[in-house]
């Protein structure tokens, strides 16, 4: 796994040249949950709420890019800028991601970290010899990516609509999608269909920018020990279904 390497080269670049070996000293064996996946699963939620029923401690890896851009004195918006010339900026984030995964800090039995990177952080701390790690990603449509957007910007009415009326077929493309949200005629749907595609090619982006850093693509399920598709079901069913296949991992509930 070359992007092991890559890794630990960009750690001891920027963060220090001792930064991989203390981690390796901050190393526990609580249990941790790192949970990745494509916009709009509902892997917030569902990282959340399996904190919650693990009895365990929730991090979010966005609010840790919230608290680097606060230290830098500067917006959210300002530092996602910064990040194609600024390449620490996201090294930065991803050491303090590895330093929750290694448990040093989780006060509970267990850990549940959720963001885009955690499960690749995790193989690189497993390296470093950090063992009970489950990492899970959650995928779904895009047509339920959208459908759900329309419903956070716009409200349930225009979701309700949109799942009556575009088509449930697996679409080659954004392109095709957009033409299909924009025939529904919704107040602001133009706009909010734009925002959409605006924000998954920001994803696109992302990744682009780990793999050129480390080498590894975070979407690339084989990084994954579990893979749950949240398409057409309610949280309550993708919840049940996460926790059973966290069983088999020897994760249960008291």
Do not use: W
């Not at 690339?220 to 059973?244: C, H, P, R, W």
């Amino acid at each position: 796994m070359d992007y092991i390497d890559g890794i630990g080269n960009a750690f001891k670049k920027y963060i220090g040249k001792n930064s991989v070996k203390k981690l390796q000293e901050s190393i526990n064996q609580k249990p941790m949950i790192l949970i990745a996946g494509d916009q709009l699963t509902g892997k917030s939620t569902q990282a959340k709420n399996l904190a919650e029923a693990f009895n365990g401690t929730f991090h979010s890896v966005g609010n840790l890019f919230r608290e680097v851009a606060a230290k830098r004195g500067i917006t959210v918006a300002e530092q996602a800028k910064l990040l194609l010339t600024e390449r620490g900026i996201d090294v930065e984030i991803d050491y303090k991601t590895c330093e929750m995964i290694s448990g040093k800090d989780i006060e509970t039995e267990i850990g549940v970290i959720e963001g885009r990177q955690p499960a690749y952080m995790g193989s690189f701390m497993q390296n470093l010899g950090k063992k009970n790690i489950v990492r899970i990603y959650f995928q779904c449509s895009i047509r339920d990516q959208a459908l759900r957007f329309l419903r956070r910007e716009i409200g349930e009415d225009a979701y309700q609509k949109g799942l009556k009326s575009v088509p449930n077929v697996n679409y080659e493309n954004l392109e095709s999608l957009r033409e299909e949200i924009i025939n529904l005629q919704l107040d602001d749907g133009h706009d909010v269909i734009e925002k959409f595609v605006e924000n998954q090619n920001r994803d696109g982006d992302d990744r682009a920018r780990y793999s050129s850093l480390y080498g590894f693509d975070y979407g690339n399920l084989s990084g994954y020990d579990i893979v749950v598709n949240t398409s057409n079901k309610e949280a309550d069913q993708v919840f049940t279904e996460v926790v059973n296949e966290l069983e088999k991992f020897g994760f249960k509930i008291n």
